[in-house]
């Protein structure tokens, strides 16, 4: 079993940033794509980033251009940098471990951290 550890969400107003982090248990961190999805209240989760073991990224929609996906293998750590913050950003951010095309083939998730935007 792989616990994921999430950390740094918090209030901050429209403009901002804020850095996010996810710690796992377990050295099979290194071998396997993370992700970062959220989801608000009503609406399905959604795919915000992911990288590959190597660094390779992908991010979706208003993620491009102001949010970076980061990992430190050796820290089986993965950040979130985000700036530029919008109150549509507003979610609950969740790390994900393994394939990241679908919710349903994720393998492992965090509990998640509350990241408001204020206007």
């Known amino acids: 079993q792989v616990q994921l550890v999430e950390s740094g969400g918090g209030l901050v107003q429209a403009g901002g940033s804020l850095r996010l982090s996810c710690a796992a248990s377990?050295?099979?961190?290194?071998?396997?794509?993370m992700g970062w999805w959220r989801q608000v209240p009503g609406k399905q989760r959604e795919l915000v980033a992911s990288?590959?073991?190597?660094?390779?990224?992908n991010y979706v929609g208003s993620a491009k251009g102001r949010f970076t996906i980061s990992r430190e293998n050796a820290k089986n750590t993965v950040y979130l940098q985000m700036n530029s913050l919008k109150p549509e950003d507003t979610a609950v951010y969740y790390c994900?471990?393994?394939?990241?095309?679908?919710?349903?083939?994720?393998?492992?998730w965090g509990r998640g951290t509350q990241v408001t935007v204020s206007s």
């Open positions: 994900a471990l393994g394939p990241q095309s679908s919710e349903q083939v994720v393998a492992y």
């Open positions: 377990a050295n099979i961190f290194r071998i396997n794509v």
């Open positions: 990288i590959t073991p190597g660094g390779d990224t």
